[in-house]
């Protein structure tokens, strides 16, 4: 319910996609009337017109984000840039569980999950370089907050855009912000392979399949079987980044949902 709720906010809430689906119909109707010929060209036409003018209209609204003043240049390009590779994601199918959180896999499917959640972008207190990002749902509500290492580090883009989804989760209201639950001692990827950790007793791993753990994982395993215009190394850096959070479900029920979803890929 919760999901369904959100994406109807978001459909709501998103002007640059509301404006270019009343754009696309005012189309449709006038071409009603237009001989066979010229009704063929403009049908042929409007998915690419259409893709253009949701482009256009995303970028120029610099994805609906607003940056604190202390955001430096070069962390707000990075983060513009990150999210126009992920407008740009053309994906020939999804799986149940991503069709559920996202839709299709494509980049504006997951530009109105993000926007719908994220609205600013703000500079994190100082932490360790792998958190990338973070957010704090109760002083600053939808509010992500970006470490100097986002742009520092090496990380490849995926992987950015994986935490930065994940984050995302924790700004909705539901489930005390999707809160996570405490590590087991042994951590095991979704084939049973155990993976050295030191999180057994923290609060790093999720019991649902669909938190920000379960999400990010969904979302990169989905651009490695799907993603039609990703490079090598993207679907390459997909694969690797979701065998390491798939270790971060705990929950044999949850981490079964999660295989029975990916035994979709093989139909
Ligand atoms: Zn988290």
Redesign the pocket.
Known sequence: MTIIAALGVVLFCAPAYSVDRSGFQESSLSIENADASLTRAVREAAPRIKAALAKKAALSAGFGLSFDEDVPEATRRQMTNDLAFVEAISGSGASPLHQRIFGAVDGPSYLRFFSSRVRSVGMSAPAPAEMLAAVDPEKAPGQMLLNRSYVDSEMPEIQRVAIMF??AR?LENSRDHWA?AVCPGVLTDLDGHKWETNLAGKRGCDTTSIG?YGLSLVMLRNIERYCGNCSGKVILDAGLFADKISTRIADEAARQALRDDFSTFSR
């Open positions: 994940h984050e924790h996570h920000g």
